[in-house]
């Protein structure tokens, strides 16, 4: 797996507004083939997202606009998403979990794995980061090897991300 600077410069700059004790995230677009699978954009909520210490809602037209403006730059598609746990682990919860597991078994989504982020804060307040692969009968940490900068170009996604950022199906919702 791997992962732009791009997208990793997105969900730091996005989930460190999270130091607020609110939940945000967006949608993780690439690529998922047989020889691996490469994240290369991430978005974050969107102006209409609804943010909360246990609940996160994406605001999915946003999330929209940006997989069709990845799919249009370079193929992109929507194959994870990522959020944060301000004051939690960065293991996915089980509301995290099941959210997931809905994605894998919708027919019309036709997701075989699903990759998920979750993010948090060290004690000095910086961005921490865990990955994930989920399956249907299976969860594992994973890695992603960094690729380099592409050469600077007008795109959507390196400009300003935390604002361009969204999400797509299904909301984040945890209880306490």
Request: zero cysteines; glycine letters at 8%.
């Amino acid at each position: 797996m791997t992962i732009t600077d791009v997208a990793l410069s997105s969900i730091a700059r996005e989930a460190s507004r999270s130091i607020d004790g609110f939940e945000t995230g967006g949608i993780l677009l690439g690529y998922d083939a047989t020889d691996g699978i490469g994240i290369r954009h991430a978005g974050g909520p969107g102006p209409n997202a609804t943010r909360g210490e246990r609940t996160f809602m994406r605001d999915l037209d946003h999330a929209r606009h940006l997989a069709d403006s990845a799919w249009l730059e370079d193929h992109s598609q929507w194959i994870g998403e990522w959020h944060t746990h301000p004051t939690g682990t960065l293991f996915p919860s089980e509301v995290d979990l099941q959210s997931y597991m809905r994605h894998l078994r919708d027919p019309d989504l036709g997701f075989d794995r699903f990759v998920a982020i979750v993010a948090g804060f060290d004690s000095s307040a910086r961005v921490l980061a865990a990955t994930w692969l989920i399956q249907r009968d299976r969860i594992w940490a994973v890695v992603p090897e960094r690729l380099p900068p592409a050469p600077a170009r007008d795109s959507p996604y390196a400009s300003d991300a935390a604002k361009r950022a969204a999400s797509i199906p299904d909301e984040h919702k945890e209880t306490p």
